[in-house]
């Protein structure tokens, strides 16, 4: 099937499948899957044009709601996390879209900033996911002890091989909401942060998140867990909302930018039905992520997706030294 926007020629079935199996291991750790299908779009589909991160803008805003439905309905949505991440990163995206149009239309260019921040991903997320990160966290010790006997209990008493570590009523609940520090309960455990802190963190995400066209969820994800110590099961649906938003004011920023004199030389129209194709898939893989979550412990999550994510940095960055 020819997709005349993109020029990409591909089987129908290949967009929605390829999304789904990506968004169904990413969504457990609060991301989307975009930062992986950017890359795919890229060198397998051949979508080389500055259309193709407006493209990925709306892979999110189909798939995210798939997930993020799910994250709300069981309760673990840490809203006042949501809400500072969202107001941060929507002025970095706008800003974002623009250095990304002006100074890095040069798919080479592009690849290293891909690969640079996938790199960044990659050794966040490793490091997350090693003994000696656990070892410094004590509330995250007693969330994974308190994941692992549940899982003990339930097996010994359904001899089943699959288990929910988290329980039902395991839900986020807010203590202190304020302009200098925001504090939840979660599970019987407390984790707090500075808003201030995470409000400028999240502008700054929002900038790359611009240029690359993943909402800058996908980044902020693995700080909030590792440098603040928040426990992933309450990080992954504020990810996910967050990029949900940034995604459609992306989305807005490309489509007026195309009907200005710059968009008269440029292709900065997404193609909206390889777009939709890709968020079909995203939404049920999401939806299936939400819900594996509470089946694994936050080590495994973290530890395949650094592995994988570190692997395609690599490539990247190789492809821009060697070509």
């Known amino acids: ?40 779009m890229v060198s397998v589909l051949g979508f080389t044009s500055p259309a193709v991160s407006p493209t990925n803008f709306i892979y999110n805003i189909v798939a995210i709601p798939g997930g993020l439905a799910r994250y709300i309905r069981e309760g673990r949505m840490a809203w006042p996390l949501t809400w500072v991440i969202i107001l941060g990163t929507l002025p970095g995206v706008f800003a974002g879209a623009w250095i990304r149009i002006c100074y890095l239309s040069d798919l080479k260019a592009f690849k290293l900033f891909v690969g640079l921040v996938l790199l960044y991903l990659g050794i ?30 339930i097996k010994s008493k359904t001899s089943t091989h699959l288990a929910a570590g988290i329980p039902a009523e395991a839900v986020v609940k807010n203590r202190l909401v304020s302009l200098r520090k925001i504090e939840y309960d979660f599970w019987g455990e407390t984790f707090s942060f500075n808003t201030i802190t995470i409000f400028i963190l999240a502008l700054v995400v929002g900038l790359v998140g611009g240029i690359y066209g993943i909402g800058g969820g996908t980044i902020i994800a693995p700080f909030c867990v590792s440098i603040l110590g928040l426990p992933v099961y309450t990080v992954a649906g504020a990810a996910l909302a967050g990029t ?31 777009g939709v194709l890709f968020g079909f898939g995203g939404f049920w893989g999401t939806y299936c992520g939400a819900c594996m979550q509470k089946f694994l412990p936050e080590r495994l999550i973290r530890g395949v997706l650094g592995i994988l994510v570190t692997i395609l940095a690599a490539s990247y960055v190789i492809q821009f030294l060697i070509i």
């Not at 967009?15 to 291991?25: E, G, K, R, T, Y």
């Not at 090693?130 to 308190?146: F, H, N, P, S, V």
């Open 124 to 153: 966040r997320l490793l490091y997350e996911s090693a003994g000696r990160y656990l070892k410094t966290r004590e509330q995250t010790i007693a969330l994974e002890k308190k994941f692992q006997e549940r899982m003990r209990k």
């Open 244 to 274: 949900f938003l940034t995604s459609i004011a992306g989305v807005v920023f490309y489509v007026v930018l195309a009907f200005t004199p710059l968009g008269m030389h440029n292709a900065f129209s997404p193609d909206w039905f390889l």
């Open 1 to 40: 099937m020819h997709f005349p926007v993109s020029g990409v020629d591909v089987f129908p079935l290949i967009p929605p499948a390829v999304a789904f199996a990506v968004s169904s291991v990413t969504a457990c750790a609060g991301t989307s899957g975009a930062f992986l299908l950017l890359p795919f």
